[in-house]
C-alpha cells in the first residue's frame, strides 16, 4: 500500500540512523538561512488541487500571501527551525476539525501540507530536501 511505503521513506530519509539525524540537525542549527529539511520537494503543476479554499483560508488566517510556486513538502514530516513555521501561531485552531484517516484530496491535512514550505520562505528561510541536506553536511 502508497500510505506504508511512503510513511517507510519518510523514516528512513529523516531519521533512518543516528548520523541522518545528526546530519540534518547540524545543518539546521550551521546554516542560518536554512529552515527546513523535507522528505522531498515536488514541483506539482496542480499545487491546489482540491485544497485551494482551505490553502485560501489558512493564509488569511495567518495573515500570509498565497503560494505563488508549485512547490511543496511532500508529505507532513520534516525537520524545520520554530521559527520557519511562526505563522502557525495565527490558526485559529479551536475551529480546526481534522478529518479522520486518511483522504486522497482536499482535507485540512492536505492543505496544510500544502502551506508548510511556503510558510519557511516566506519567514525568510530556504528548505532543502532530505538528500540535498545529506549532500551538503
Known amino acids: 500500500r502508497f500510505g506504508g511505503r511512503f510513511a517507510k521513506d519518510c523514516y528512513e530519509r529523516l531519521l533512518g540512523n543516528e548520523l541522518i539525524v545528526e546530519n540534518h540537525l547540524n ?5 542560518a538561512d536554512i529552515g527546513m529539511i523535507a522528505r522531498h520537494i515536488v514541483e ?4 491546489y ?3 485551494k479554499s482551505m490553502v485560501n483560508s489558512l493564509c488569511a488566517a495567518m495573515q500570509i500571501s498565497e503560494p505563488n510556486t508549485t512547490r511543496f513538502s511532500a508529505g507532513n514530516m520534516f525537520w524545520v527551525k520554530g521559527a520557519a513555521l511562526s505563522y502557525l501561531r495565527s490558526v485559529p485552531w479551536q ?3 481534522f478529518e479522520p ?3 486522497e ?3 485540512i491535512a492536505h492543505a496544510f501540507e500544502r502551506l508548510f514550505l511556503h510558510m519557511t520562505n516566506v519567514a525568510g528561510y530556504h528548505a532543502l530536501s532530505a538528500d540535498e541536506g545529506l549532500s551538503i553536511v
Not at 27 to 31: D, G, I
Not at 44 to 47: G, T, V
Open 27 to 31: 545543518l539546521l542549527n550551521r546554516v
Open 44 to 47: 506539482y503543476p496542480y499545487l
Open 49 to 51: 488541487g482540491e485544497n
Open 95 to 97: 475551529d480546526m476539525d
Open 101 to 103: 484517516g486518511y483522504a
Open 105 to 107: 484530496d482536499g482535507t
